[in-house]
């Protein structure tokens, strides 16, 4: 599996995925648990849904 997501790509989904996590557990919604989605991809650093556009974030070397 071939890392897609870059370094601030990864930064800002961590950031996205604790503020949905939060919202939900403060207001005590469900819909706060998508947040886990953006927290996975960012930990891992590989996004599925970059690959049917052949979309990556990382930095190339040249």
Do not use: E
């Not at 996590?21 to 819909?31: E, F, H, K, L, R």
């Amino acid at each position: 599996m071939k890392k897609n997501v870059g370094s601030i790509d990864r930064g800002l989904r961590a950031v996205v995925g604790i503020g949905l996590v939060a919202w939900g557990i403060a207001t005590q919604n469900w819909w706060g648990a998508i947040g886990i989605i953006p927290l996975f991809t960012a930990a891992i650093g590989w996004c599925p849904a970059y690959l049917p556009f052949g979309l990556s974030s990382c930095r190339t070397k040249t």
